[in-house]
């Protein structure tokens, strides 16, 4: 229903969809008005879920609050779902493999390593191929071998909890979706973020969501990107470092 209401809004204008608030609980302090949508329970306080949200440093960004195999799935579906809308066919099968990775992990699926070896014993599968056959039929439910129907069926299940709701601000009546937690929260407002041509990102240095600002952007600011880099650099000098004084280690053995 949620999605139906998105695509639906989409005809007309995207700045309709992305003017949709979505609300979720918060303390008295942050309240931008009272759930007035549920009955007896409407004095709670709500907020409008907002761009600040994805950038906080604290534990408010909902990205933090995850468990790290669910934030492994979020960063996933965003992938799946820029890469389907670029039409990169390459791109759209790293993301497909991917996901269906996070899912395996979600889930706790541990494969049968005699099941993965019987896979690859076929002629023109490799290893990695065959642990990814054996994650698809560990994960995949019917229709999702598809990757369009497994981003819209994994997304829509993970909407279940929001509710379109007739919100009264305090000035005036509107339609908001409400989200009981800001992980339902998260989900629904980068949905309405891509619908309205947005393009998100997830920077690799500090895993925090960012809107792009070019279509090859990969990190949230310049300083990341260069900290990242930096980062990458130091490992990579402790590594070949290790493999030096193995090597030393060895000849002297000897």
């Given at each position: 229903?949620?999605?139906?209401?998105?695509?639906?809004?989409?005809?007309?204008?995207?700045k309709t969809v992305t003017d949709l608030p979505?609300?979720?609980?918060?303390?008295?302090?942050?309240?931008?008005?009272?759930?007035?949508?549920l009955g007896q329970d409407g004095?709670?306080?709500?907020?409008?879920?907002?761009?600040?949200?994805?950038?906080?440093?604290s534990k408010g960004n909902p990205l933090r609050t995850m468990l790290e195999s669910e934030q492994g799935f979020f960063t996933a579906i965003v992938a799946l779902q820029r890469a389907l809308g670029t039409k990169d066919r390459l791109a759209a099968a790293r993301a497909r493999e991917g996901l269906i990775k996070a899912i395996?992990?979600?889930?706790?699926?541990?494969?049968?390593?005699?099941?993965?070896?019987?896979?690859?014993?076929?002629?023109?599968?490799?290893?990695?191929?065959?642990e990814l056959m054996?994650?698809?039929?560990?994960?995949?439910?019917?229709g999702e071998a598809d990757e369009k129907i497994l981003l819209s069926a994994r997304v829509s299940e993970a909407l279940?909890?929001?509710?379109?709701?007739?919100w009264w601000s305090g000035t005036k009546f509107r339609p908001a979706l409400y989200c009981p937690d800001l992980k339902s929260a998260l989900y629904t407002f980068v949905l309405m973020k891509t619908v309205a041509g947005q393009s998100w990102g997830v920077c690799?240095?500090?895993?925090?969501?960012?809107?792009?600002?070019?279509?090859?952007?990969?990190?949230?600011?310049?300083?990341h990107r260069e900290a990242h880099r930096v980062a990458?650099?130091?490992a990579a000098k402790v590594s070949n470092s290790k493999e030096r004084g193995g090597k030393n280690v060895t000849h002297k053995a000897r």
């Open positions: 229903m949620l999605v139906l209401t998105l695509l639906f809004m989409q005809r007309d204008a995207y979505v609300l979720v609980p918060c303390s008295a302090r942050e309240q931008e008005g009272r759930a007035t949508f004095l709670h306080p709500v907020r409008a879920f907002a761009d600040s949200d994805l950038t906080r440093k395996a992990r979600k889930e706790q699926v541990v494969l049968d390593p005699d099941h993965v070896s019987q896979l690859a014993s076929s002629p023109g599968v490799n290893p990695q191929r065959a054996a994650l698809e039929l560990y994960t995949l439910r019917p279940g909890s929001v509710r379109l709701v007739l690799p240095f500090c895993g925090l969501l960012f809107v792009k600002s070019r279509r090859n952007q990969d990190y949230c600011s310049i300083a990458r650099w130091r």
